[in-house]
């Protein structure tokens, strides 16, 4: 029986592994993780993380072939091929802080499984990592070998949160990339066998390792590039007159553009975006490629420009202040059908409400106070962001109360503001919060999910990113 052992059991780890498991009946799969409260949850009942389908996979699985634990060094010497599925967040401190990849937690996984192994190992980057790690990777374990040989792919990871089992089970493609020698070539068909369980052949494919892991960083930069560019044509819209939505709708019907990742928001969020781009970001300047670096860069600055107007459009149109006001935020995890909150646009947006003094009232299905409060609350590094320069005082935390329902969160609110594109956000009886609301009442809908006309016929005055002005907000200062 082929072994398999994923080193973290996080968003990528648990649900990569628990598809394997499901699909390959007849490899025993471990996830093993440091963390000891996040492996009692993957044993429980309620999983570390939500994401759909993800319960009834793990359910079937867990016990037969599929196993949690924090005994690492036990299922690592086991194991024939070892995934390391470690955060590779972005660097705080030291050299290339504030863009560089943090590969502490990948070193340290590699130093130990050089450790513990007494036979050969196919080691697979699931990770994002910088181009170049695996020679890094393998230079760890070559000198700590005592004459066992390794093989390093790269195989990254394409799921999206909120869809990871539907993409695990019928991915665009599955990329491996490995050494172009006969032992790399032997470790790439290991690993090809397993996915080929499930994937068609044709959508797995094979490439040199540098090509594998600049792949990732290359795949996220073009995907955050097109939301980027339909948020600033969003602003122009506004300016205009035009309407985001038939302009993207018009753009993405050329076969050569394609329809997906052009709706416009308050910006981009998640784990990986930023990070990736940075990381990009700064390979470029090692490579003495400013120019390159710069125009990655700008993706991002679009971003932080596209939040921060969303806030100044707010407190603009709210007779320039928000202080002492009551708004509702609905939604704070960076996309829906996810409880996850990293990098979610919905923190700077928050920040940005309460440095105006605004009361928050927050309402997500997802994402626990406990969550929401930590978030606010976090003294973030400074990415050469102005939105993230601020640390929240302890009095502007006091301003927030998470509620677990969205009419409480704006009863007796000035505003909404709409933040995560859930679909109950929808469906919501907006007469009913209308009524229950201070009046002039208004919706900034920040995922362009509401009925804009029925809104405004209840008589919301409401923002949509992109979208042509309310008459009332014409009125108000122009922003930048
Ligand atoms: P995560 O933070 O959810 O999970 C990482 C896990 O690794 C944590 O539970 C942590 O305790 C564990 N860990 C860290 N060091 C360890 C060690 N030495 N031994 C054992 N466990 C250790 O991170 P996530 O989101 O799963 O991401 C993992 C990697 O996958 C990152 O490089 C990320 O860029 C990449 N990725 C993430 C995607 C996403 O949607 N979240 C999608 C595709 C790739």
Not at 45 to 51: A, C, K, N, T, V
Not at 104 to 119: G, H, L, P, Q
Not at 167 to 181: C, Q
Request: charged share 25%; hydrophobic share 40%.
């Amino acid at each position: 029986m082929v072994k398999i052992c994923c080193i973290g059991a996080g968003y990528v780890g648990g649900p990569t592994m628990a598809v394997i498991a499901l699909k390959c009946p007849s490899i025993e799969v471990a996830v093993v993780d440091i963390s000891v409260s996040r492996i009692a949850a993957w044993n429980g009942d309620q999983l570390p993380i939500y994401e759909p389908g993800l319960d009834e996979v793990v359910k079937q699985c867990r016990g037969n072939n599929l196993f949690f634990s924090t005994d690492i060094e036990k299922h690592v010497f086991e194991a024939d091929i070892i995934f390391v599925s470690v955060n590779t967040p972005t660097k705080t401190r030291g050299l290339g802080a504030g863009k560089a990849a943090d590969l502490t937690y990948w070193e340290s996984a590699a130093r130990m499984i050089a450790d513990v192994s007494k036979s050969n190992k196919i080691v697979v980057e699931k990770s994002t990592v910088p181009v170049k790690t695996a020679e890094a990777i393998e230079k760890i374990l070559t000198h700590n070998s005592r004459g066992i040989k390794y093989q390093i792919l790269s195989n990254p990871e394409f799921l999206a949160e909120g869809t990871a089992i539907q993409d695990l089970f019928n991915p665009d493609r599955v990329l491996i990339g490995g050494r172009e020698t006969p032992e790399g070539q032997k470790a790439i068909q290991a690993l090809k066998d397993v996915y080929a369980q499930w994937v068609p052949e044709d959508r797995i494919i094979s490439t040199n390792l540098w090509s594998a892991e600049l792949s990732k960083l290359a795949a996220n930069a073009f995907l955050a590039q097109r939301i980027s560019s339909v948020n600033a044509m969003s602003a122009l819209c506004e300016a205009t007159g035009a309407d985001v939505s038939q302009v993207s709708h018009a753009v993405g019907k050329d076969t050569r553009i394609g329809p997906k990742f052009l709706q416009a928001s308050v910006g981009f969020g998640g784990s990986c975006f930023q990070k990736d781009i940075l990381n990009l970001v700064y390979i470029c300047e090692c490579n003495g490629l400013p120019e390159v670096a710069n125009y990655w860069k700008q993706v991002i600055k679009i971003n932080d420009y596209q939040k921060n107007r969303f806030v100044n459009r707010l407190v603009s149109s709210m007779f320039n202040t928000v202080s002492g006001k009551k708004i509702a935020i609905l939604g704070f995890a960076f996309k829906k059908d996810t409880g996850d909150t990293r990098e979610t646009p919905a923190i700077d947006v928050c920040k940005g409400l309460l440095g105006d003094k605004a009361r928050l009232s927050i309402y997500d299905p997802q994402v626990t106070e406990d969550q929401i409060q930590r978030d606010l609350s976090l003294n973030k590094f400074d990415w050469d962001h102005p939105v993230h320069l601020q640390p929240m005082s302890p009095s502007a935390v006091k301003q927030v109360s998470v509620v677990w329902d969205a009419y409480e969160a704006t009863k007796d609110a000035h505003g909404i503001c709409i933040l995560t594109e859930w679909d109950e956000f929808k469906t919501l009886d907006y007469q009913r919060i209308f009524d229950n609301m201070q009046k002039p009442a208004f919706v900034f809908d920040g995922r362009n999910v509401v009925n804009v006309d029925k809104l405004r016929e209840i008589g919301f005055i409401v923002y949509s990113i992109g979208k042509p002005l309310d008459p009332w907000l014409q009125d108000m200062p122009a922003v930048a």
